[in-house]
């Protein structure tokens, strides 16, 4: 199936630990993004690429670093995880940089920080 | 500036009564528009958007939505309600030179029997 796919689909960690989540596309797309749910389901970019990339960091503390091995991936590593940290994380992906092209979401993944 | 507002956080409708669900939206530039439906535990689905065509844009699932410029609104309708349309609903601006998302805060869409 074509599709955004995203592993795990649920991660529970300890304070401190360092985790990543991986994220792939084979839609053939160029630019593949990360995104924040909270708890208040509001939904937040926090990167973007296009080629492999960085196009958009939207403040998002240097313990989140995206790595993008090449198009068809983007993984997230984080650091030092944090209580605040616990979120659903989602993972998407477009043809193109320009605002009428949609935007393909992974399923999700849901970090719980102890 | 881009922003999106969902005007209710909760709807809750009886089966096979329509369905309407509110979003507003500024934006600097002529804007893309899209509604996305979260099921529960699951990932967004595109259910349509509009990207300065047809203002009347029909999705999947029976929806649609209508592009009014002068009042800034991008509602999401259906005619009947399925209890499968229970789900969470986004509204999404984008600014048309920029793939830059910007959700709303979501509409929890509940359907009784």
């Known amino acids: 199936d074509t599709a955004v796919s995203q592993t795990p689909k649920y991660l529970v960690t300890q304070m401190g630990n360092d985790k990543s989540i991986k994220c792939e596309q084979n839609l053939g797309h160029d630019t593949m993004y990360w995104y924040k749910q909270d708890s208040k389901k509001f939904l937040k970019i926090m990167f973007s690429y296009n080629n492999k990339e960085l196009i958009i960091n939207e403040t998002v503390p240097n313990r989140f670093s995206p790595k993008s091995p090449d198009k068809a991936h983007l993984n997230l590593h984080i650091n030092s995880l944090e209580l605040g940290d616990s979120a659903v994380y989602f993972c998407a992906s477009s043809q193109e940089l320009t605002g009428v092209d949609t935007q393909y979401f992974g399923p999700g993944t849901r970090l719980t920080v102890l | 500036a881009q922003s999106v507002t969902q005007l209710d956080s909760h709807v809750s409708v009886s089966e096979g009564t329509p369905v309407l669900l509110r979003c507003n939206y500024s934006s600097s530039y002529s804007p893309s528009l899209f509604w996305y439906v979260q099921h529960p535990n699951k990932g967004l689905q595109l259910l349509l958007k509009?990207?300065?065509?047809?203002?009347l844009v029909k999705g999947i699932n029976g929806f649609e939505a209508e592009f009014k410029k002068s009042e800034t609104s991008f509602h999401l309708t259906k005619p009947s309600a399925h209890m499968s349309d229970a789900a969470e609903y986004f509204c999404v601006v984008s600014p048309s030179d920029f793939n830059k998302f910007y959700f709303g805060s979501g509409t929890k869409l509940n359907v009784k029997p």
């Open positions: 509009y990207t300065s065509a047809a203002t």
